[in-house]
Nanobody, 124 residues
Framework: QVQLVESGGGLVQAGGSLRLSCAAS????????MGWFRQAPGKEREFVAAISWTGGRISYAESVKGRFTISRDNAKNTVYLQMNSLKPEDTAVYYCAAAATIVLRTTSREYDYWGQGPQVTVSS
């Protein structure tokens, strides 16, 4: 069992930056692929980024490539999402997720545990 608690959401102007953190409790955090997803009002939840156990493999959605960076610190049981050059279309609830697998996953149904989802709002 893994519990995920996110922090770092908020309101920012377009072009600004935010960093989301996701602290995990439970066993074997380093054996989980970690991902970030987001869901805007009226839209389906979409993949943002994922990172492998050691951080050696990373995947990003095309819409965030070059602007967002996912990273993890296994000693702190924490995964991060650094978001730069934010756009109004990045406005959404952002979810941290954990998958008990060694393969990077990019669809929400492949993840086993979810955080509560902080709101990120980007004003124009």
């Amino acid at each position: 069992q893994v519990q995920l608690v996110e922090s770092g959401g908020g309101l920012v102007q377009a072009g600004g930056s935010l960093r989301l953190s996701c602290a995990a409790s439970g066993r074997s955090f380093s054996k989980y692929v970690m991902g970030w997803f987001r869901q805007a009002p009226g839209k389906e939840r979409e993949f943002v980024a994922a990172i492998s156990w050691t951080g050696g493999r990373i995947s990003y959605a095309e819409s965030v490539k070059g602007r967002f960076t996912i990273s993890r610190d296994n000693a702190k049981n924490t995964v991060y999402l650094q978001m730069n050059s934010l756009k109004p279309e990045d406005t959404a609830v952002y979810y941290c997720a954990a998958a008990a697998t060694i393969v990077l996953r990019t669809t929400s149904r492949e993840y086993d545990y979810w955080g509560q989802g902080p709101q990120v709002t980007v004003s124009s």
